[in-house]
């Protein structure tokens, strides 16, 4: 038993939850809830598994991130479902000389450009929308995650998968009124926390469902006499 457990850890097929043993240093992610269910933040490297549908406003779950923790390096964009909007990325303050879009022809070209954007140490962010991914694949760009000590955000389709990908974190993302509901699925180094929303009202009120004010109906006072 013991040696189908360790053949299976070591072909990333088993996921081993428990406490970090060391400190880990983190990104914060800009939320202070999503922080504090993550334990710090982001890590500094790595994969981050995002399976959500696209149009949800699943990219606002970034955008704090991106602003924040800006090192002057690039911030990449690979295969985004439509057209980034430049004037959404100034209000952001997202600086539109350290962003580049890439647009590759087949999804092969796009894992080859998030290898390379990855490990070449220029970029601080890459983010790509991919459908499909193989756990060797997964592992590839975790290895150019680290080479060029650089964040890779992984968007995906929801789908039901028999093995988990090897990846740092994997989180699901579903439409909220008020914002996002994020459901920690996976974290290296510490358990799931399962699911809670991201009030994002605040900060995009115009993509947000305002709560309803609360109906008071005054009862009628009993006359005196």
């Known amino acids: 038993m013991y040696e189908l457990i360790e053949q299976l850890k070591q072909k990333q097929w088993l996921w081993q939850g428990k406490m970090p043993h060391e400190p880990q240093h983190h990104y914060s992610t800009g939320f202070a809830l999503l922080d504090q269910k993550l334990d710090g933040g982001f890590p500094?490297?790595?994969?981050?598994?995002?399976?959500?549908?696209?149009?949800?406003?699943?990219?606002?779950?970034?955008?704090?991130?991106?602003?924040?923790?800006?090192?002057?390096?690039?911030?990449?964009?690979?295969?985004?479902?439509?057209?980034?909007?430049?004037?959404?990325?100034?209000?952001?303050?997202?600086?539109?000389?350290?962003?580049?879009?890439?647009?590759?022809?087949?999804?092969?070209h796009a894992l080859w450009a998030a290898e390379q954007c990855l490990k070449s140490g220029a970029c601080s962010n890459v983010m790509l929308w991919q459908t499909e991914l193989e756990v060797h694949q997964a592992r590839r760009l975790q290895v150019a995650s680290e080479t060029g000590s650089c964040l890779h955000f992984l968007f995906k389709q929801p789908q039901q998968s028999l093995f988990s990908l090897p990846v740092n974190l994997s989180m699901t993302l579903t439409p909220h009124p008020q914002g996002l509901e994020v459901t920690i699925t996976k974290r290296k180094g510490g358990w799931s926390r399962g699911s809670f929303v991201l009030d994002m009202s605040q900060r995009w009120p115009h993509l947000s469902i305002q709560k309803p004010d609360p109906v008071v109906i005054p009862f009628p006072l009993r006359k005196q006499g």
Do not use: W
């Open 44 to 108: 500094k490297h790595g994969v981050i598994e995002l399976q959500t549908t696209s149009g949800i406003g699943e990219l606002r779950l970034l955008l704090p991130h991106l602003t924040q923790n800006n090192d002057g390096r690039l911030c990449v964009f690979i295969r985004p479902p439509g057209y980034l909007c430049a004037e959404m990325l100034a209000t952001e303050k997202l600086d539109h000389n350290q962003v580049l879009l890439i647009y590759p022809d087949s999804a092969q």
